[in-house]
């Protein structure tokens, strides 16, 4: 590495410190671990965008996935427990668009992160409605397992007659 990114890449981590230290000081539960995961994902993202494009990736991911703690934390952001999922996956689906942005060779991240990011809102949407889905997803999964058995014996009997010349 050229000394000059080094001693770049030194100077945004010391730019980095001293600034949440600031902020420490500032807000005292500022520092928390997603605090933590951010600052490590701009680190990569910086060496994704200056050199390796295979950090690019995981850096944009930690830096939302960070923001989204510190957001969660401070009350912007209102999801608790083992709903903060949905929001996971609209990170991952925000991360492939970004990298499709920065990296246009990679094809079909964008079509990817466009599903992720509808997938993980639709879930964010129906989280109110989550305990009914729950009730009725537990009491309709035996119709499922009725229809997959139908469908495969259908499949079996019509694969097995003799096609006619």
């Known amino acids: 590495m050229p000394r000059y990114r080094r001693s770049a890449l030194a100077g945004l981590f010391l730019l980095l410190a001293g600034a949440l230290m600031l902020l420490d000081r500032r807000y ?3 520092l928390t671990p997603g605090t933590l995961i951010l600052a490590l994902g701009v680190a ?5 965008l200056a050199r390796d494009r295979s950090t690019l990736f995981p850096g944009v991911f930690l830096v939302l996935a960070g923001l989204a703690w ?4 401070v009350g912007i952001i209102e999801v608790s427990g083992w709903q903060f ?6 990170i991952l689906g925000i991360s492939f668009v970004v990298l499709s942005a920065i990296d246009p060779d990679r094809r079909g991240t964008l079509a990817a992160g466009a599903i992720l990011i509808a997938t993980g809102l639709t879930f964010l949407y129906f989280r109110r409605f989550w305990d009914e889905i729950v009730f009725w997803g537990l009491r309709l999964w035996p119709l499922l397992l009725v229809g997959l058995g139908l469908y495969l014996i259908i499949k079996t009997v019509r694969r097995s007659r003799p096609r006619r010349p």
């Not at 990569?44 to 994704?48: A, F, I, K």
């Not at 999922?85 to 609209?90: G, K």
């Open 28 to 30: 005292p539960d500022f």
């Open 85 to 90: 999922w949905p929001l996971l996956v609209v």
């Open 70 to 73: 510190m957001l969660h934390r």
């Open 44 to 48: 990569l993202s910086y060496r994704g």
